[in-house]
């Protein structure tokens, strides 16, 4: 499966469009990372556990939406677009959502 941000795949033509697909994963950060990354918000540095979360939330959401074209019977992925937002009472929820268009090639 091809995933792009672009809306074409150099050397491919897109023979069909399959339509609109999405990924999403909604995480909780524990509180040990949270605790973290508040010493790192006040002292200064990078927060490697928010990072490792947000790394595998994004991969996840990407490999949702990926299933999701192949069983449209697409070839490929193309626009893909990536949101971030932070979710809950206490802005503890992470959410990733991907989407793009699913298209065949020829």
Not at 17 to 42: H, K, M, T
Not at 90 to 105: E, F, I, K, P, Y
Request: glycine residues 14%; aromatic residues 8%.
């Amino acid at each position: 499966m091809i995933i792009t941000t672009t809306n074409s795949v150099e050397g491919r033509t897109i023979r069909a469009y399959q339509g609109i697909v999405f990924g999403e994963v909604v995480s909780g950060v524990d509180f040990f990372r949270d605790l973290g990354a508040g010493l790192r918000n006040f002292f200064g540095g990078r927060s490697s556990g928010y990072e490792e979360e947000l790394q595998r939330a994004r991969q996840e959401a990407i490999a949702e939406m990926s299933d999701r074209a192949a069983q449209m019977g697409a070839d490929a992925v193309v626009g893909v677009d990536v949101d971030y937002e932070v979710l809950g009472s206490n802005n503890g929820m992470l959410m990733v959502s991907v989407s793009g268009t699913a298209v065949q090639l020829d």
